[in-house]
């Protein structure tokens, strides 16, 4: 696969210019001009470059790239990162929040799909732009079961903090640092919202509000999105996809 016409895909697909974002999204390091194997990863680290150079990829589609809203000094973990790329030709492809927000494989459209739940509208504003969605059970479900659920789907520990309902009806999804849509929710009459990490602060305005919080670490509920995005890859285009799996426990 000619490395630019998969990046004009991906551009495409995840409406890349769309959304105004810290990361620099798209192809933030240049590589080989053919690609037979993509490795998808939440993070760019050393491991993840290192992991992915010996399972023979000729790219990378990450979730959190290496370039937040352009270069600084190329030193330090900064250098080493770059060099470990350029030196086996892997091209780096980022998708921040075009992959939270994307509308069939985002990762926040992945976490309702895991409580069976199809999402009903946009939802977790953003720079003027929704990165979340939000949908609603059938019927209404205790609060532990819905945080047993997400725990058993994604293999991780999820924290619950019943401060508003926990007969649970409506839930809304941002992943990762998803914690700035704590108001909105309690505004939009969410019963729940599930997002990846939460500070001292987010607990002071939870419990205040008073709002339903599942957080289920901004890792694990950023692995879907690649996931997703990977297996749209596999099905569409003639290259081999795999996954590096690096958990933060975060």
């Known amino acids: 696969m000619n490395r630019d016409e998969l990046v004009a895909f991906l551009d495409e697909y995840l409406q890349i210019?769309?959304?105004?974002?810290?990361?620099?999204?798209?192809?933030?390091?240049?590589?080989?001009?053919?690609v037979e194997r993509v490795a998808f990863a939440v993070d760019t680290t050393l491991r993840?470059?290192?992991?992915?150079?010996?399972?023979?990829?000729?790219m990378m589609v990450v979730h959190h790239g290496m370039i937040w809203g352009g270069l600084g000094y190329i030193t330090g973990i900064h250098y080493r990162r770059l060099k470990a790329l350029m030196e086996s030709?892997?091209?780096?492809?980022?998708?921040?929040?075009?992959?939270d927000a994307h509308p069939e494989v985002g990762n926040n459209v992945e976490l309702l799909r895991l409580l069976g739940i199809e999402p009903r509208g946009p939802f977790g504003e953003y720079r003027g732009l929704s990165v979340g969605f939000y949908g609603e059970f059938t019927e209404p479900q205790p609060i532990e079961k819905v945080a047993q659920t997400i725990a058993e789907k994604l293999g991780t520990t999820v924290k619950t903090y019943g401060f508003g309902a926990r007969e649970i009806k409506t839930v809304g999804a941002v992943s990762g640092a998803g914690a700035f849509a704590l108001e909105e929710a309690h505004r939009k009459g969410i019963d729940l919202l599930i997002t990846g990490e939460f500070t001292h602060a987010d607990y002071l305005t939870a419990i205040d509000l008073p709002q339903s919080v599942l957080v289920a670490g901004h890792y694990k509920t950023e692995t879907l999105g690649v996931r997703a995005l990977m297996q749209v890859l596999r099905e569409k285009f003639d290259v081999e996809v795999l996954f590096i799996d690096e958990p933060t426990g975060l």
């Open 17 to 34: 210019s769309a959304y105004p974002d810290k990361s620099s999204n798209g192809l933030q390091v240049e590589g080989k001009a053919e």
């Open 48 to 58: 993840t470059i290192e992991r992915a150079a010996k399972a023979g990829a000729d």
């Open 89 to 99: 030709g892997i091209n780096l492809y980022a998708a921040h929040l075009p992959l």
